[in-house]
Nanobody
């Protein structure tokens, strides 16, 4: 499956952004989908994940209550709604597809190209 992330940009602290990740192929609904982010000089970190059905989600503690992950299997798309953004959320955000729920980026099979989110103070 090929993944294409979009929706990043520059936003002031306290603002919102919605990231999208469009997938090609007919097997999108069979994959667990996740968002990771990577700040300069840091490792790639798990942000949020959603199961194949969309019924179960998982979040990093740092984004709980602020970010919401969702998916639309009919549109082969996963979303990340980001509210109350903070300067420390600044990073390149990547979507990823895998077979299992996991926070380890090495467990994912497919990656999007990344979209930059910059939050100014």
């Amino acid at each position: 499956v090929q993944l294409q992330a979009s929706g990043g940009g520059l936003v002031q602290a306290g603002g919102s952004l919605r990231l999208s990740c469009a997938a090609s192929g007919r097997t999108f609904s069979s994959y667990y989908m996740a968002w990771f982010h990577q700040a300069p000089g840091k490792e790639r970190e798990f942000v949020a994940g959603v199961t194949q059905s969309g019924r179960t989600t998982r979040y990093a503690d740092s984004v709980k209550g602020r970010f919401t992950i969702s998916r639309d299997n009919a549109k082969n798309t996963v979303y990340l709604q980001m509210n109350s953004l903070k300067p420390e959320d600044t990073a390149v955000y990547y979507c990823a597809a895998g077979s299992l729920i996991d926070t380890n980026p090495n467990r994912y099979d497919y990656w999007g190209q990344g979209t930059l989110v910059t939050v100014s103070s």
